[in-house]
């Protein structure tokens, strides 16, 4: 199975589980939000029938229960057995089972679907307690029946209402009206006629519905959320993988031998496959060319010997003598280019042995710093470090060898004044080579460390040289873990920036 196979199959997958995950919620919030919506109407069907009951006596219980009946618009018959005040609940029909107790302690029950027509239905019942009640009662017994049912209601003249022509035409002809609430809000507000425009507003009646607009909202954020989690989960396996394959390319590139996953057998893993054996290819041509390249310049070293001991025998006449030197002079470059290819061979095959000693930097530079003035006597060289001296633990040929070339490539660009300044930063110490030459580019500062790569020879300050100084300093720093860095330096030339490790990290 391929990997994107897998993927839109995942995909898919996470689908039918969040939308089953969701409608199991749906369920059952909507259980819970439909038990409560039941539990609500029957209390306030019990209390108003309980407000009725105490004028009709009980020989009238089948005409009553007739009554309710016609009333909340469906059949109810007296209870065989004790049951809950409500059951069979099924929010998706709307329907129920509902009880109340009649006086008498008889039981009703009916299976209840429309539940408008109960709402209508209580509302008659409402009235009918009403005009059972002394005139000067009925105030206090609305109010008591209003607050024990919990439905909000008041007597209202029709013409303070904002009703319709036919709702208005409905009242009058003694029909209830049941108006929905506007604006997206929940409920609903009930009419019942009293007779001289005159009706019983019974206001905020909960109603029903399987979800409500902030409820689809938040359904929505919930089921995209929960689908970005699993595709964040289901993806991170793939990630791993990426980031495996990186870190695997990322040491080849390094020259180090290393292995892409080639497992699973898919695309990622084919193209493992493929990177292992170009990996395999390209370190192998590079471990054969630096052999060539070592094993020349080793073979090198024998004749350009022989060359400068025999020119060393020479006794040059007085005409003979500027060629000679001349000759000397291209040898013993020939034989400093073979010994810096070695040192770079030998540094970037790793193959230097580490050979860590407690090292005083500050007397290093002082010693460097003595050898540079000798050899450049026109040179102004100065030595800043802090009076307590920096200790180092490394490889002290590695660093000598370090500080030696780039002070060398300071002295030798540089117009007359440079700079060595030791500092300590962070959990570092800084040392910083200053020189007012002519500095190198921006664009350059990478590409300078690059084996036999020169700036333009012709250039303020150019000495010519191999190529091989720079190159030979970033595997040092490589091997030492040393940071190197180009600037720009306030003297106008090059700054050269080393963070080096402290005795004690």
């Known amino acids: 199975m391929t990997v994107f196979t897998r993927l839109y199959l995942m995909i898919l997958l996470i689908l039918l589980s969040t939308a089953l995950g969701l409608a199991v919620l749906v369920d059952q919030v909507n259980r819970y939000r439909f038990a409560h919506y039941v539990e609500g109407h029957q209390q306030s069907l019990q209390t108003i029938i309980d407000y009725n009951q105490l004028f009709i006596p009980g020989e ?23 049951r809950p005040p409500y059951s ?28 408008n027509e109960l709402v209508i239905g209580m509302g008659f019942l409402m009235t009918n307690a009403l005009s059972l009640r002394p005139a000067n009662a009925r105030s206090d017994t609305l109010a008591n029946m209003s607050r024990d049912s919990g439905l909000i209601t008041l007597p209202m003249s029709l ?39 005159n009706a019983l507003r019974i206001r905020s009646i909960a109603t029903f519905e399987w979800i409500t607009p902030y409820g689809l909202m938040l359904l929505t954020l919930l089921g995209l959320t929960t689908v970005a989690l699993f595709i964040y989960m289901a993806l991170k396996p793939l990630k791993a993988r990426f980031k495996s394959m990186t870190r695997a390319v990322d040491a080849i590139k390094a020259g180090k031998q290393s292995r892409v996953p080639e497992v699973p057998a898919d695309e990622l893993g084919t193209l493992g496959a ?25 073979d090198l070293k024998t004749p350009v010997a022989q060359l400068m001991f025999a020119l060393e025998l020479l006794n040059p006449t007085k005409e003979q003598a ?9 040898v013993q470059g020939m034989s400093q280019l073979i010994d810096e290819l070695l040192t770079y061979h030998r540094l970037s095959a790793k193959q230097s042995a580490s050979r860590r000693h407690e090292v005083n930097l500050s007397e290093l530079l002082s010693d460097l710093q003595q050898e540079c003035l000798t050899a450049h006597p026109d040179r ?4 800043r470090y802090p009076a307590q001296g920096v200790e180092l633990e490394t490889d002290p040929l590695l660093l000598k060898r370090l500080l030696q070339n780039l002070l060398d490539n300071a002295c030798k660009f540089g117009k007359q004044r440079i700079r060595l300044e030791v500092s300590p930063e962070s959990n570092w110490i800084r040392l910083l080579i200053d020189d007012d030459g002519p500095g190198i580019p921006q664009p350059e500062r990478t590409r300078v460390f690059q084996p036999f790569y020169q700036l333009d020879p012709t250039r303020e300050g150019g000495h010519g040289g191999h190529g091989l100084g720079l190159a030979i300093c970033r595997e040092i720093c490589d091997s030492l873990n040393v940071k190197l860095t180009i600037e720009d330096s306030e003297l106008g030339g090059c700054r050269i920036r080393l963070l080096l490790p402290p005795l004690h990290t």
Do not use: C, K
Not at 60 to 82: C, E, K, M, N, P
Not at 322 to 330: E, K, L, P
């Open 274 to 298: 493929h990177i292992n054996r170009m990996a395999d290819d390209l370190l192998d041509s590079a471990q054969r060319n630096r052999a060539l390249n070592q094993s020349v310049s080793h």
């Open 380 to 383: 102004d060289i100065e030595l």
């Open 88 to 115: 069979e609940l099924n929010w998706w029909s709307r329907s129920a089972q509902l009880g109340v107790i009649l006086n008498n302690e008889t039981a009703i029950q009916a299976q209840l679907t429309d539940w």
């Open 322 to 330: 500027a060629v000679v030197s001349s000759m000397h002079r291209s």
């Open 60 to 82: 009238r219980q089948a005409d009553w229960i007739d009554i309710i009946s016609r009333l909340t618009g469906t059949s109810w018959t007296v209870q065989d057995t004790f």
């Open 159 to 197: 013409e303070n209402e904002q009703l319709g022509f036919l709702q208005q035409r409905q009242l009058n002809q003694g029909q209830a009206v049941l108006v929905p609430a506007s604006g997206g809000a929940s409920g609903a507000t009930l009419y019942i006629p009293m007779g001289q425009g």
